[in-house]
């Protein structure tokens, strides 16, 4: 499991611990705040917990703290390629 | 400060998510015409539990009601508290244009006799089934019996005060009580309430403790207070939201007043101890009455707390009767709750709803099931009573031994003395 995470899976899982329904592209072309989005500390706490347990790895701390999608996602998958 | 007159706290909006109607006049129909809703516990892992009849929410859809992104961080118990309130609100016609401009004239107060069993259950499981990676972080607060003030509050931008009130079944009389006190301070807006989901494996199982629990299978026979056929209580979910706002407010932007939470108070008598209770819930009513300063012959009708339990309805028949004095044997005394089951804190708060609803129709909707009454007591049976009603009473106690007693004064008749 050494792909990076794309904002299709990021999407994805906004919607499994968040209940928010973003389209992928959205994420991608806008960078909305997770404020905005709708995605509060305890839904971003759940997306970094289910990554890590999908990926067995853990993420940086400071990923929970996150402002933005794409803030997030250079996070994690920085962390994923030094893991890898 | 300048009030030509004190504030009052009346009911200008009510919503109800009950298992006799997810709306408000679904309930009221249900109650007045003595239907019984009551039947087999269906719920997932609870089909099997000694708990046989229970009043079920069945025709609520949380998806059509609530977001998703609140839906996935609440309960059961909060999903009915943010749809009864938005039902409490537009029926107050508090939308979020007359709220947003001061959200700090709006707060929240609710009760709840246990929390989110069921969010809890799911999250235990991952727990103790997969480890503590697996368990979300919402559990942190969607079992907690505070959420639903929590939740209404963030998702309709309310700011005022904010208070959760932690006091056993009789917590539901409590809320309103305390609704009421916040806006006599001042506060011109308060949604207040109980909701309840104990329909859950692990909350079933935490019930079958209670002695009074009723696992009669039957359902015309689970539950029937007053009766020498008395065997105990069936418990429901779902409940009530209101609005109560100050009254001069409230005329001021042309809302109806529909009542006003007129007297209160609260008494403790212990745990089951229900030959205790008549003194404490005795005192209750004096209490409650001396605050709305009414005469006991000025109640036109008792909503009776009816446990099911033979001490317990005992009881109950004495406290009124001490407490009201010959008027107690006379005054009409009803419990629609042996329709649709008792929803713990929100039983009495669904009993409110329906003694405002009772005062504005002239009707007192009757006590399904309940035939042949072994108190002295004037229960009203099989169909519904035709009566002027001013003034209301409604009672409550919980298992843990509280006791609450709470007046009601019809909108018109409070607004022209």
Redesign the interface.
């Known amino acids: 499991m050494t792909d990076r995470i794309t904002v299709e899976e990021l999407a994805e899982l906004m919607k499994k611990s968040a209940g928010v329904t973003v389209a992928p592209e959205e994420l991608g072309l806008h960078n909305p705040g997770f404020d905005t989005l709708g995605v509060d500390s305890l839904g971003l706490l759940g997306i970094v917990g289910e990554l890590e347990n999908r990926y067995g790895t853990a993420m940086p701390p400071d990923a929970e703290r996150s402002k933005t999608p794409r803030q997030f996602l250079d996070l994690v998958n920085s962390a994923l390629m030094t893991g890898a | 400060m300048s009030e030509p007159h004190p504030r009052r706290a009346a009911i200008t909006g009510i919503g109800v998510v009950a298992p006799n109607g997810s709306t408000t006049e679904t309930f009221w129909k249900s109650a007045k015409e003595g239907i019984c809703v009551l039947d087999r516990v269906t719920r997932e892992g609870c089909e099997h539990l000694p708990l046989r009849v229970a009043g079920e929410v069945r025709d609520f859809d949380p998806s059509a009601a609530i977001?998703?992104?609140?839906?996935?961080?609440t309960d059961r118990f909060t999903h009915f508290a943010m749809a009864a309130a938005d039902l409490a609100l537009d029926d107050a016609r508090l939308g979020r244009p007359e709220t947003d401009g001061s959200p700090f004239s709006v707060g929240v107060v609710t009760a709840a006799g246990s929390g989110g069993g069921e969010f809890g259950q799911r999250e235990l499981q991952q727990l103790w089934g997969k480890g503590s990676?697996?368990v979300?972080?919402?559990q942190?607060?969607a079992w907690f019996y505070a959420a639903s003030t929590g939740q209404i509050s963030i998702r309709r931008g309310f700011k005022g005060p904010c208070s959760v009130v932690a006091s056993d079944e009789a917590g539901g009389l409590d809320a309103l009580a305390h609704a009421a006190r916040a806006v006599r301070r001042g506060t011109d807006v308060i949604v207040t309430g109980s909701t309840e989901a104990p329909l859950a494996p692990y909350s079933v199982v935490c019930q079958l403790g209670y002695a009074e629990l009723s696992t009669e299978a039957d359902p015309a026979r689970a539950y029937r207070p007053f009766t020498s056929a008395a065997c105990g209580f069936v418990p429901a979910e779902g409940g009530a939201m209101f609005v109560v706002e100050d009254e001069g407010t409230a005329l001021a932007r042309g809302a109806r007043v529909q009542a006003l939470l007129a007297g209160h108070a609260a008494t403790f008598t212990g745990a089951s101890r229900w030959e205790q209770s008549r003194e404490g819930l005795a005192h209750a009513v004096r209490g409650a009455l001396a605050e709305a300063g009414c005469a006991p012959e000025e109640i036109d009708v008792v909503f009776a707390d009816a446990l099911g339990v033979p001490e317990a309805d005992r009881a109950e028949a004495l406290a009124i009767a001490d407490a009201l004095g010959r008027h107690g044997t006379r005054v009409p005394v009803t419990a629609p709750k042996t329709g649709i089951g008792r929803g713990y804190g929100a039983a009495a708060v669904l009993d409110t709803a329906a003694a405002v609803l009772a005062m504005e129709h002239g009707l007192i909707p009757p006590t399904p099931n309940v035939y042949d009454v072994c108190h002295e007591l004037d229960l009203v049976t099989g169909r519904a009573r035709l009566a002027e009603l001013r003034t209301a009473l409604v009672l409550s106690r919980g298992l843990m031994g509280s006791n609450s007693a709470l007046v009601l004064r019809h909108g018109a008749t409070g607004a022209s003395s």
């Open positions: 977001e998703e992104r609140f839906l996935v961080q990676r697996f979300g972080p919402y942190s607060i």
